[in-house]
């Protein structure tokens, strides 16, 4: 799928946002600056208006690793793992602890290598069109046949 815009990048990330539920897994993959930011941020950004709050400001955790972001039903972590360089680093994170009832959000997912039940990957690649992105989607479990 090619993105044209800043809206229908928008528009996608309510698709995204609407089906998205509890222990869910949002792989982003694309080098750096191609929008897995701009993604995240339109995605949370539309839940918090949803639930009526006040839209945050979401910027890259590249150096915190990790921002939280709590809503009515559930948290949403978004991580940046572009950083770490082994598994054991990943492994001290504990982002896959059984106690983590909430939505990841990953950027940078090169290190995990466990099986994820519920998993969208979103590969986001630059085209030949300065404000154009190609998306490609790779789902698991109930992602599987998401377009």
């Not at 993105?3 to 528009?11: E, V």
């Not at 993604?39 to 990790?66: A, C, G, H, M």
């Not at 009832?101 to 099986?115: C, M, R, S």
Request: net charge positive.
């Amino acid at each position: 799928m090619i993105i044209k815009s800043i809206d229908q990048l928008n528009s996608f990330s309510k698709k995204v946002a609407d089906h998205i539920k509890e222990k869910d897994c949002i792989f982003l993959i694309g080098e750096i600056g191609v929008g897995k930011t701009t993604f995240t941020k339109l995605l949370i950004n539309y839940l918090q208006r949803k639930d009526n709050l006040k839209p945050s400001e979401v910027l890259s955790p590249t150096f915190n690793l990790l921002y939280e972001y709590d809503l009515k039903k559930f948290k949403i972590m978004h991580y940046d793992l572009y950083r770490l360089k082994e598994e054991k680093e990943l492994r001290n994170l504990g982002i896959f602890k059984d106690n983590q009832n909430a939505i990841k959000i990953i950027e940078w997912p090169d290190l995990i290598k466990i099986p994820i039940t519920d998993k969208l990957e979103i590969y986001l690649n630059y085209t030949k069109g300065d404000n154009e992105r190609e998306l490609k989607l790779v789902g698991t479990g109930k992602w599987k046949n998401f377009k």
